[in-house]
């Protein structure tokens, strides 16, 4: 087992702690660090950007290592992210659980982004009985191209502005957690930042179908996906 602690200034509890909070709630880092203060614990906003930023790609390599299995019916979207002041595109897809599958940021909204994103969903993840998307010119130019590349059936795809309002709905509930940020400024920040939202996303859905005594706790699971 890797320990992800080891060598940090602060214990396990407290990263766990502040990392988890951020990532699950709409906070900004200079309110993390008057709820830290409040429990006598004092740490420089700029540290717990480090912790966020550091720990969030291992959260997603350790979500998708150890979720694998998915069902086959997956809706498939995009939305936009400031980053430095312009608009950037993220690309989302997720199964019928509302888990998501994949996602990827892109400073373009088109075809080549589109495709790039499709052939990684589905090189990885094999082909759905179905994939909703929208009727967007390049989603549905991308479409084509991935049918041609025999890696979806032409008979599985389906555009349905209804059918997508899952992922529409769960894009919502992503860019909630960003509101108080004080902005991304680069998209290698960004991705690793929203890295951890989804994650944390992830691990409070699958609380929810079994719900304990006590409810959800961020600190808590973030603490059991690290420490398997």
Same mark, same amino acid.
């Given at each position: 087992?890797?320990?992800?602690? +080891?060598?940090? @200034?602060?214990? @396990?509890?407290?990263?766990?702690?502040?990392?988890?909070?951020?990532?699950?709630? !709409?906070?900004?880092?200079?309110?993390?660090?008057?709820?830290?203060?409040?429990?006598?614990?004092?740490?420089?906003?700029?540290?717990?950007?480090? %912790?966020?930023?550091?720990?969030?790609?291992?959260?997603?390599?350790? %979500?998708?290592?150890?979720?694998?299995?998915?069902?086959?019916? %997956?809706?498939?979207?995009?939305?936009?992210? =400031?980053?430095?002041?312009? %608009?950037?595109?993220?690309?989302?897809?997720?199964?019928?659980?509302?888990?998501?599958?994949?996602?990827?940021?892109? +400073?373009?909204?088109?075809?080549?982004?589109?495709?790039?994103?499709?052939?990684?969903?589905?090189?990885?993840?094999?082909?759905?009985?179905?994939?909703?998307?929208?009727?967007?010119?390049?989603?549905?130019?991308?479409?084509?191209? /991935?049918? =041609?590349?025999?890696?979806?059936?032409?008979? !599985?795809?389906?555009?349905?502005?209804?059918? !997508?309002?899952?992922?529409?709905?769960?894009?919502?509930?992503? +860019?909630?957690?960003?509101? =108080?940020?004080?902005?991304?400024?680069?998209?290698?920040?960004?991705? =690793?930042?929203? $890295?951890?939202?989804? /994650?944390?996303?992830?691990?409070?859905?699958?609380?929810?179908?079994?719900?304990?005594?006590?409810?959800? $706790?961020?600190? @808590?699971?973030?603490?059991?996906?690290?420490?398997?």
């Amino acid at each position: 087992m890797t320990d992800h602690f +080891k060598g940090r @200034q602060f214990n @396990q509890s407290v990263i766990t702690f502040a990392v988890g909070y951020y990532l699950r709630y !709409n906070i900004s880092y200079r309110d993390l660090v008057e709820m830290m203060r409040d429990r006598g614990i004092f740490v420089h906003h700029t540290t717990l950007m480090r %912790w966020v930023q550091h720990y969030s790609p291992i959260m997603r390599a350790l %979500w998708r290592k150890r979720h694998r299995r998915t069902s086959k019916s %997956w809706r498939m979207d995009e939305t936009y992210i =400031k980053i430095k002041g312009q %608009w950037n595109y993220l690309y989302r897809a997720i199964d019928s659980h509302g888990l998501t599958l994949d996602f990827e940021l892109r +400073k373009h909204r088109d075809y080549q982004s589109a495709y790039h994103f499709l052939k990684r969903l589905l090189t990885t993840y094999g082909r759905p009985d179905c994939l909703v998307t929208d009727q967007y010119a390049g989603t549905l130019k991308a479409i084509k191209q /991935v049918i =041609k590349d025999g890696l979806l059936v032409k008979a !599985n795809h389906q555009c349905s502005k209804y059918r !997508n309002n899952l992922i529409e709905q769960d894009h919502r509930l992503i +860019k909630h957690v960003l509101v =108080k940020s004080s902005g991304f400024q680069s998209l290698r920040t960004a991705l =690793k930042t929203l $890295s951890g939202i989804e /994650v944390m996303h992830q691990l409070h859905k699958v609380s929810q179908r079994e719900p304990s005594l006590f409810g959800f $706790s961020s600190s @808590q699971s973030l603490v059991e996906l690290l420490v398997q």
